[in-house]
């Protein structure tokens, strides 16, 4: 049997499980970890700057890509802490990712050893499991286990921490039998389905809300098959968006109290049973108000994990079910029932949905300098195209996109849905675009986010990652002000003070271009709306050109309320803007505006 250091082992087992691809930081406690990485090969790594900015690097590449999984890594104490974010990130938004974490030698876990912490019990509430392995010998089967755990259910993340005599101790690992572990995932039965699909027989007005469970499925394909075998039209949830095409004739929007349209919602109401697939009910779609939210519907509930189901609300019927599995049984019936002449005629109902698309719009087209960040989506739409992917986290930046900006495929809107922290952005496009490399990456914030976890451009300058950054900046952490007015207080979100160094960007007080100039990438700033294009259309070209990313500034207005619900109620969202009465309002919207 051949002999070699556990670590060594470790990262067998990476490269047989699929991993070509980690992000890290080392230090003392992980480095003969990292000593393996090197002796071994196979596995490329890229250096963060920030143990947090590492992990968010790993969800953006896991993300990216069908089958991909993200690698973290880091040294003992602060470095696994500082990845326990990333971790929540992950797990909130079943997204797999594997962190590797060293620690103090096992002797010395219990004596309060330097950076020595307790890194698995803080991560369990926040991973599938946390493991401090204290056997060398264990160490091939807690990471087979932890490939088969991320994969299996529910996906999610596993830290597995490492104490440095573990990774030295030499075991006997054959890696040539290695084999992975079975995944296990739940599958709708055919009786199920069928009971599911009788609900929908019996219905006028049903929708398809359309989850991130799909897309983790990879089974967008299968959800517009069945949507278009039965005419009915599609609600995207924000972490499915893109699982139909946003120019579909069978899209019908986004639902919910901020990332949501007014066709949207409207349709949603309208309607009389919603088929939810890989979807979680999240407050953000369905509003605290859950009265106006499944009054006067029914309701069949599709998810792979069983505790999903009837945790938010109790559906009619509910199926423990991978969004694959339950979508290749409903088409296969679908095809039945339309051979026989079965399927209900949804197509007036499914006509209404496109005739609100075409005329409950939002207004984008303003002139206003400092410009109004409507015109940047709009914008934007005119300079990416339909391979676009986009990538963003939290704040009315993120808002605002999702009311404005088109999707076309899945995986093409990277969004860390749940946890939302800020600084997530820019490692996570850089993850995103390592593990794609040839899909045009577009990543979008707000000030705050963009200066949160900013040093990590130098790590896509260093890689040579590049992407277009679109940097909106009103000086303001925007979302607290707007939230803060229902107490009527504006407390501690002014974020503008005069530069002494940039007096010429008055009190929008960091200077975003020279900082990233300093971090090796491009930067242009917008104080204009018709220079947008040109703008967008140069940081294309520089991308290419130095393969760095580009980053382009809008310089907003101060203060610009995007349309929300100020009673987190998705029948109850107040339009703060003019909306569009006229095509010209919303030259980029789906469909041209009806009047």
């Known amino acids: 049997m051949p002999r070699m250091t556990a670590a060594a082992a470790a990262v067998e087992i990476l490269k047989r499980e699929g991993v070509a691809q980690a992000f890290g930081v080392p230090g003392a406690a992980i480095n003969p970890f990292y000593r393996e990485l090197k002796n071994v090969g196979g596995i490329k790594h890229t250096l963060a700057r920030h143990v947090e900015g590492a992990s968010h690097m790993a969800e953006g590449f896991t993300r990216a890509k069908a089958g991909n999984i993200g690698v973290c890594i880091g040294t003992s104490g602060p470095a696994g802490t500082d990845m326990i974010t990333g971790l929540y990130s992950a797990i909130a938004d079943s997204i797999p990712i594997l962190c590797i974490t060293g620690q103090a030698p096992v002797s010395k876990l219990h004596k309060e050893d330097f950076q020595a912490v307790d890194i698995a019990s803080i991560a369990k509430p926040v991973t599938k499991k946390a493991t401090t392995v204290l056997e ?154 859950l009265e106006a939210y499944t009054k006067g519907r029914t309701f069949v509930h599709v998810d792979i994990e069983p505790t999903q189901l009837g945790k938010i609300f109790a559906p009619d019927y509910g199926i423990a079910s991978d969004a694959k599995a339950a979508l290749e049984l409903f088409v296969e019936i679908a095809k039945e029932l339309k051979a026989a002449g079965r399927l209900p005629d949804f197509s007036a109902w499914a006509a209404s949905a496109q005739e609100r698309k075409a005329t409950l719009q939002r207004r984008t087209h303003f002139d206003n300098i400092p410009m109004k960040p409507q015109r940047v989506y709009e914008e934007m739409n005119k300079a990416f195209g339909p391979e676009t992917r986009y990538v963003t986290t939290i704040g009315l930046s993120q808002i605002a996109a999702a009311q404005f900006l088109h999707v076309y495929k899945p995986r093409h809107w990277i969004n860390c849905g749940q946890a939302g922290p800020l600084g997530w952005t820019i490692p996570a496009a850089i993850g995103a675009a390592t593990a794609d490399p040839e899909t045009p990456i577009v990543a979008l914030s707000g000030d705050y986010d963009f200066q949160f976890m900013i040093e990590e451009l130098a790590v896509a300058a260093q890689h040579k990652v590049p992407y277009v950054h679109v940097l909106v900046n009103n000086a303001y952490l925007g979302l607290i002000r707007q939230a803060q007015a229902g107490l009527d207080i504006n407390f501690q979100v002014n974020l503008e003070f005069e530069n002494i160094n940039t007096p010429e960007i008055g009190v929008y007080g960091v200077d975003h271009v020279k900082v990233a100039e300093g971090l090796g990438v491009k930067a242009i700033r917008v104080t204009d709306p018709d220079e947008l294009g040109a703008a967008f259309e140069q940081a294309k070209k520089l991308a290419v050109e130095h393969r760095v990313p580009v980053v382009v500034e809008a310089i907003l207005e101060r203060v610009t309320n995007i349309s929300m619900s100020k009673t987190v109620d998705m029948s109850n969202v107040t339009e703060f803007e003019e909306l569009a009465t006229e095509p010209g309002h919303a030259p980029t919207a789906i469909k041209t505006l009806k009047v």
């Open 136 to 289: 060398a010998a264990q160490v091939p089967g807690v990471f087979q286990e932890a490939f088969h755990l991320m994969r299996s259910g529910r996906p999610g993340p596993v830290l597995i921490d490492l104490p440095i005599d573990v990774q030295l101790t030499e075991i006997e690992f054959d890696p040539e039998t290695y084999e992975p572990l079975p995944v296990y995932k739940p599958q709708a039965t055919r009786a199920q389905a069928e009971k599911a699909l009788a609900f929908l027989l019996r219905s006028e007005r049903p929708l398809i809300v359309a989850g991130g469970g799909i897309i983790n499925a990879d089974a967008s394909d299968l959800l517009v098959e069945f949507a278009e075998l039965t005419n009915v039209p599609v609600i995207s949830t924000l972490m499915g968006w893109g699982t139909i095409p946003d120019d579909h004739e069978l899209a019908a929007g986004m639902v919910g109290v901020q990332t949501s349209h007014r066709y949207g919602n409207e349709t949603f109401l309208a309607s009389d049973f919603v088929l939810g697939i890989g979807n979680r009910w999240a407050n953000r779609h369905t509003g605290y108000n």
